[in-house]
């Protein structure tokens, strides 16, 4: 089973507002990382947050992280047609070398 | 420099055949990741190979896959007997050694259709 779910599973705002994704977790992580998708093919990666960090930025994204709740959230600001992509969560587990990643949540900026 | 290369970019194959697809990773990454994405699905892990260490192969869905990395370098996913289930993207990646905390780079994948 996958270790990280994203929700909501589709997110539709409008151009300009605050677009926020959530991720939870199942097992004990060393980092968390944020990825897009466009159009089905590579994903690019985003942003890194270790497990001993709270929060970390980028531009106009905003990554945090709760291991209590084994939880993290993305938000993007100011949105833009262009960020339009399916986002995902990628868990580092403990003990293992590998990348796991959710379902993603599909974005739609509507202009 | 060169991102992660796939070939080829899209396979359209008769239920049955065998299959070939091709990953060259940036050079100097040690680590190579070989995913599956069916349509509107997440991304499923499949093989991890990292130096020379034994590839992570516990995400293969079954005998009929198998992959290989020759000299550390170029990857190939190979799937025997392709059923119509076989068909989604193959998505590589590479990353630096030394696995966690590193950012992956990806390939474009390889659509893989089984008619």
């Known amino acids: 089973s996958q270790q990280g779910e994203e929700d909501p599973q589709a997110l539709s705002i409008q151009e300009g507002e605050n677009a926020t994704m959530n991720c939870s977790y199942k097992?004990?992580?060393?980092?968390l990382q944020w990825y897009r998708q466009n159009s089905g093919r590579g994903l690019v990666h985003l942003i890194l947050?270790?497990?001993?960090?709270r929060e970390k930025h980028s531009g106009r994204l905003r990554v945090t992280l709760d291991t209590s709740k084994k939880s993290s959230s993305l938000l993007i600001t100011a949105s833009r047609a262009a960020d339009t992509a399916s986002y995902f969560c990628?868990?580092?587990?403990?003990?293992?070398?590998?990348?796991?990643f959710g379902q993603g949540t599909r974005l739609t900026i509507n202009p | 420099g060169a991102g992660v290369s796939q070939s080829p970019s899209n396979k359209v194959t008769e239920k049955g055949k065998d299959v070939e697809l091709r990953c060259d990773p940036i050079?100097?990454?040690?680590?190579l990741y070989w995913y599956r994405q069916s349509l509107g699905q997440g991304l499923e892990f499949l093989i991890y190979?990292?130096?020379?260490?034994?590839?992570?192969k516990s995400g293969l869905p079954s005998d009929r896959f198998s992959a290989e990395r020759t000299g550390g370098s170029v990857s190939t996913l190979t799937i025997q007997r392709t059923q119509q289930e076989d068909s989604a993207v193959y998505l590589c990646?590479?990353?630096?050694?030394?696995?966690?905390?590193?950012?992956?780079?990806f390939g474009q994948g390889t659509r893989l259709t089984v008619v």
């Open positions: 990646a590479s990353s630096f050694s030394a696995g966690q905390g590193i950012e992956a780079f």
């Open positions: 097992t004990s992580i060393n980092n």
């Open positions: 050079s100097g990454h040690t680590a």
């Open positions: 190979f990292q130096g020379n260490s034994a590839p992570d």
């Open positions: 947050i270790r497990s001993n960090e």
């Open positions: 990628a868990t580092g587990l403990q003990g293992a070398q590998k990348l796991v």
